[in-house]
T-cell receptor
């Protein structure tokens, strides 16, 4: 069953801790993305990667880090520098369209991170 | 600034009534626009893209470059249409990223 798997579904973090959210896809998609979803804010782009070993900052990258060592995997680390990490995090993947733009994303089921 | 605006946080209609979810965008180039939907307890999923000019689940959306709008319409709403709807624009933040609006919650009452 092809798709994107995010884990864990729920994550609790203490103040000052780093945590890593997992995102794995078996769709053979080149591009992967991390978004943060907050009530009333929509989805905001954190980081994205078009190809293995390459990634770019999105609109709200401060306090986050990523790696892309394998095509299938794009983990997101929420560091202690992120001032307001409590949110719902969504991972997505896509193949670029013929115009160079995405033809549409496939989303994971999300990870809800709570700072305690 | 390049952005996507969905002016309504909540749209409440009765079953069988027409629905229009508004989306306006600001973009200097040639946009590619999408509507995504998130049903309760389900993943965010693509509903339709302007480039394919398709109708999904009775929904349609026409890109109006003059008014910079991409409103989502359905002539007769169904209860199962109740969900969160996001308008998205491709190409703002890089090679192929999507910029999303803040979303509109559609509630269809019986």
């Amino acid at each position: 069953d092809g798709g994107i798997t995010q884990s864990p579904k729920y994550l609790f973090r203490k103040e000052g801790q780093n945590v890593t959210l997992s995102c794995e896809q078996n769709l053979n998609h080149d591009a992967m993305y991390w978004y943060r979803q907050d009530p009333g804010q929509g989805l905001r782009l954190i980081y994205y990667s078009q190809i293995v070993n390459d990634f770019q900052k999105g609109d709200i990258a401060e306090g986050y880090s990523v790696s892309r060592e394998k095509k299938e995997s794009f983990p997101l680390t929420v560091t202690s520098a992120q001032k307001n990490p409590t949110a719902f995090y969504l991972c997505a993947s896509s193949i670029p369209g013929t115009t160079g733009k995405a033809v549409g994303y496939t989303f994971g089921s999300g990870t809800r991170l709570t700072v305690v | 600034a390049q952005r996507v605006t969905q002016p309504e946080k909540l749209l409440s209609v009765f079953k069988g009534a027409p629905v229009e979810l508004k989306c306006n965008y600001s973009y200097s180039g040639s946009p590619e626009l999408f509507w995504y939907v998130q049903y309760s307890r389900q993943r965010l999923q693509l509903l339709l893209r302007h480039i394919s000019r398709e109708s999904i689940k009775g929904f349609t959306a026409d890109l109006n470059k003059g008014e910079t709008s991409f409103h989502l319409k359905k002539p007769f709403a169904q209860e199962e249409d109740s969900a969160m709807y996001y308008c998205a624009l491709s190409g703002i933040s890089g090679y192929s990223t999507l910029t999303f609006g803040k979303g509109t919650m559609l509630l269809v009452s019986p």
